[in-house]
């Protein structure tokens, strides 16, 4: 089963625009990360809990779509 939470996405600094990655486990924990670049402080925030709720949402999506796939040919 994949782990949704250890995928990486692309974030933008918002001070200089730099390009990093972070895994989604950070922004759903609310991390503190500094960018590479200018080296500013960035606090991820998930203030609507989407980020966890949209692991939630692929996760059950995945297992459903596995029940399925395994009860196919039956």
């Avoid at 590479?36 to 980020?51: P, Y």
């Avoid at 596995?66 to 040919?73: A, D, Q, R, S, V």
Wanted: glycine share 4%; net charge negative.
């Amino acid at each position: 089963m994949i782990n949704f939470d250890n995928l990486w996405v692309d974030i933008e600094c918002p001070k200089c625009g730099y390009q990093d990655e972070i895994q989604l486990i950070d922004a759903k924990t609310e991390k503190t990360i500094y960018c590479h670049n200018c080296k500013i402080q960035i606090r991820l925030s998930d203030s609507e809990a989407s980020v966890h709720t949209g692991i939630d949402s692929m996760t059950d999506a995945l297992k459903e779509l596995e029940n399925t796939l395994k009860n196919f040919g039956k």
